[in-house]
């Protein structure tokens, strides 16, 4: 449910919202359209010094931008509270995939309704609907492998 947070203690730290909204703006430079395209946004995070969970995070909550996807699976993943949780981390690592095989597409989101599950991720396609929460790392290869 929106606004349950888990038991267990914050594991990480969110992006501060001056941040994300100073990406959101370096975003609006890259996109084409309303869509940013993930090895441009790779590109601009390697720039910056930063990971490129934190633009993608940047998405949703700092710009009306989306992420282009190249069809297939859609994974969601949760960038609001979730952050708290490690769900940068499973970006980072969902950008890591994407970057061997561009099979699928990330869509970084507000929320997904899971928030005493965190990190939440969906994944969307011909399957229906997988949740995933907690995810982690290994579950969203296990999925992605097997749909
Ligand atoms: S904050 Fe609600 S599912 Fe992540």
Redesign the pocket.
Known sequence: M????PTRSPTHEDVPIGRLSSMGLELEEIAEGDEVAIPALVELAEDRGRPASHYLAAIPLATELKVHSPGGIEVRV??????R?G?LDLLDHLVERFGKRASFGIKPV??????D????CELHGAHGKLLL?PATAASLDEALDSL
């Open positions: 929106a606004g349950k947070v949760c960038a609001g509270n979730c952050q949780y769900a507000e929320c997904l309704d899971q928030c599950l965190a990190p939440a929460a």
